[in-house]
């Protein structure tokens, strides 16, 4: 009865603002909407950073070895992690020498992140965070453009080959896309529905043995994916740096454990494979906070977001005249074309080594800036559409 009495007041007393709170209840409704809307229109408008400036998709290989790219999450290169901000040696780099890669010191991403970055190395194109509205880091039509179908995987079976996708966890796939790929370690039946990526996590030493049992009588490419050494998480409540820093160079330990292993064992088991060590981004090192990694001007933290492995072991692959240019992740797989098919007109249309990142600094509404340019400079220039 007491509470009749108080809703019956309460209405008398409200009913002249019902019109407001009604107002009110339509702008939170909208808003909503309105990101949704443009979520849709990213997700369906032409995707021309897909598309080949040339032909090459329809270059033919005069060699076809087995492809195995290895990627080790935010590995930086051999200068980074030398320098101030890491100042950390480590004999891995040496121990690729030893073993007939070729190490590419300065090499560096062009994007600050996983997703972004695979974008573009898979498409052979800048993407600009896919020219998006409002542009992320969780760019549209990334996944799809990794884990599905991509100019990379159709070129590699356009040439005959079978192709796999390891990973460690279900992070690429977990938008379920239709897959271009032959193989894939974890199935899109597995993959929940609703996650942050990292519910599934698999043994990626394991998986690979487990995919060289599979007898296929045609060349092989492989992507084989580990989420070492990752990059600093900003949640270390003292000494953040320092502390993260540390917990980061131990990981670069532990990954170089499992490289050697997975290197090893790919070299006995096809001693003539081409194998690529390739980082999709730096490990972050010397950010304060996530802010930072986007306001910064510092060269040289700059610099640490994007500095990253790269090391090819090319087998008999002729590379001379072909990656003298080579500085970045977008021109990889251009640059390892060409020399297979032993054409260098393909590389009259390599990208820009430039390296872009979000600039979200004070408004609602982030843009694109170039943060290094094609001479490897650290530069602070907003993208104009």
């Known amino acids: 009865m007491i509470a009749l009495v108080v809703a019956v007041l309460l209405s008398i007393k409200l009913s002249d603002r019902y019109k407001k709170l009604l107002s009110l209840i339509l702008v939170v409704s909208i808003l909503p909407l309105a990101k ?27 060699q076809t ?12 290169n051999k200068s980074m992690m ?17 073993n007939d890669f070729t190490l590419y010191n300065t090499f560096r991403s062009n994007y600050p992140a996983s997703l972004n970055s695979n974008a573009s190395l898979f498409a052979m194109r800048h993407h600009y965070f896919g020219s998006s509205l409002l542009p992320d880091l969780e760019m549209p039509y990334a996944r799809e ?7 990379v995987v159709r070129i590699f079976k356009n040439n005959g080959y079978f192709t796999f996708f390891i990973a460690e966890d279900e992070y690429f796939q977990q938008n379920r896309c239709e897959q271009l790929y032959d193989y894939t370690n974890t199935n899109l039946d597995e993959i929940p529905y609703f996650g942050l990526g990292g519910d ?7 998986d690979v043995k487990e995919a060289f049992t599979i007898k296929v009588d045609k060349p092989k490419f492989f992507f084989i994916e580990k989420c070492l050494p990752h ?25 170089n454990i499992w490289l050697k292993e997975t290197i090893n064992f790919i070299s006995k088991k096809d001693p003539n494979g081409i194998i690529l060590v390739l980082a999709d981004h730096g490990g972050w090192v ?28 090319w087998n008999g692959i002729e590379n001379t005249g ?48 170039k943060v290094i340019d094609d001479n490897g400079n650290a530069v602070y220039e907003n993208l104009k559409n």
């Open 82 to 98: 030398e320098g101030g901000l890491y100042n950390y040696e480590t004999e891995f780099y040496d121990w690729l020498e030893t």
């Open 145 to 151: 453009s990794i884990s599905g179908d991509n100019p």
């Open 231 to 255: 990059h600093v998480h900003f949640d270390a409540a003292k000494d953040r740096i320092e502390t993260e820093r540390l917990d980061y160079l131990s990981k670069i330990e532990e990954v």
């Open 36 to 62: 949704l809307g443009y979520k849709i229109y990213d997700q369906v408008r032409e995707k021309s950073w897909l598309q080949q400036p040339d032909n090459i998709e329809e270059i033919v290989f005069k």
């Open 286 to 313: 010397g950010m304060e906070n996530y802010r930072e990694m986007f306001s910064t001007r510092d060269a040289t933290k700059i610099h640490s977001i994007y500095a990253a492995l790269f090391a090819v072991k």
């Open 200 to 206: 599934l996590k698999r043994d990626v030493l394991a």
């Open 65 to 76: 070895p087995n492809v195995y790219m290895i990627q080790p999450d935010g590995y930086v």
């Open 322 to 369: 072909y990656d003298e240019d080579l500085k970045s992740n977008v021109n990889v797989f251009r640059v390892l074309f060409s020399a297979m098919s032993k054409n260098n007109v393909y590389l009259k249309h390599l990208e820009s080594n430039d390296s872009y990142n979000l600039n979200n600094e004070g408004s609602f509404f982030k843009s694109v800036r």
